[in-house]
């Protein structure tokens, strides 16, 4: 027997009803994030300081730290719609899952991208066999691995299943993304912002960096939408196309 | 202009990551609102086709 979601995730079953309650919050969403965004870039490219020893560089930190974190949630709410695509076979979840992977593929490529060019002023190379690094290239590949996954059957709920068994196989990769820095020596810089203490860096690098990490956020929860809105009108459309014209 | 040659040390890295990002980011959500719009456009449309081939047998009758 297949247990029942709770009444509160009830709504958020029908994909009518998730059209209609995230149509009118998609594009205020999508103008929030990119207004927050263009005022955090500005912000860290033209008037945050630069550092004392690493000077100009540190701005990428504004890209690369954001997208790191885009590239973890992602993936935890990869793993989250399979385990409800999983369970209780949600009707959501896989359209969502289908749609998530893309974006956060492209924010772990943009992390370990950013981080090389990062990297190559700072540590004198592009690339090293490092812990946190390499950790976050797994991350690169199982994002791809779904991907694949989830388009590679014939019929979309294997797809589903099979992609959801991956997503979740795949979250020991991120403790171990987080903790590589305290696990090992690495030549990556430990954490600079942790949820206890306060932030190993200057405000005046802190506020824009968090500006730009709620930009990116509301961007990408937008993105999300947009991509989901459109999936679910392409199934409507697709089915009713199929369907057989009134005799 | 300030020429290239004296521009400061390393900032053609940050140049390049903000390029990259913003143009992924554009890339992204631009083809994400262009499917959103083609799929409410074909979607609106089918339901037209769908309700005009519904309403066609009572037109007939009725003449």
């Known amino acids: ?247 | 202009m300030i020429q290239p040659s004296l521009w400061p040390p390393h900032w053609g890295f940050v140049l390049a990551s903000y390029g990259l990002v913003i143009t992924v980011l554009t890339v992204m959500v631009g083809s994400s609102l262009f499917r959103l719009r083609r799929a409410t456009k074909r979607l609106a449309l089918l339901q037209r086709l769908q309700k005009m081939a519904a309403d066609q047998p009572d037109r007939q009758e009725n003449d």
């Open chain 1, 1 to 247: 027997m297949r247990p029942s979601p709770s009444s509160s995730g009830r709504w958020a079953q029908s994909p009518a009803r998730f059209l209609h309650v995230t149509r009118p919050v998609t594009v205020p969403c999508l103008l929030l994030g990119l207004t927050v965004l263009a005022t955090g870039l500005v912000w860290g490219l033209c008037f945050a300081p630069a550092d004392w020893q690493q000077g100009e560089t540190v701005r990428i930190m504004y890209l690369h730290v954001p997208m790191a974190w885009l590239a973890s949630a992602g993936y935890v709410l990869l793993a989250l719609c399979g385990v409800l695509s999983f369970v209780w076979r949600h009707p959501l979840a896989g359209v969502i899952a289908l749609e998530a992977g893309p974006p956060g593929a492209a924010a772990a490529a943009l992390c370990l991208i950013t981080g090389s060019l990062w990297g190559k002023p700072g540590w004198g190379t592009w690339w090293v066999w490092d812990a946190r690094l390499t950790s976050m290239l797994v991350l690169f590949f199982l994002y791809v691995g779904h991907i694949l996954t989830i388009r590679a059957f014939d019929d979309p709920m294997r797809g589903q299943r099979a992609a959801a068994l991956l997503a979740l196989a795949g979250v020991v990769d991120l403790p171990i993304i987080k903790f590589s820095v305290q696990w090992w020596n690495t030549l990556h810089q430990p954490d600079s912002i942790t949820l206890t203490g306060a932030p190993a860096m200057s405000m005046s690098m802190f506020h824009p960096l968090l500006v730009c990490t709620l930009g990116f956020t509301l961007t990408g929860l937008a993105l999300l939408l947009i991509r989901t809105r459109a999936a679910l009108l392409e199934r409507r459309a697709q089915s009713l196309a199929l369907r057989e014209p009134p005799a």
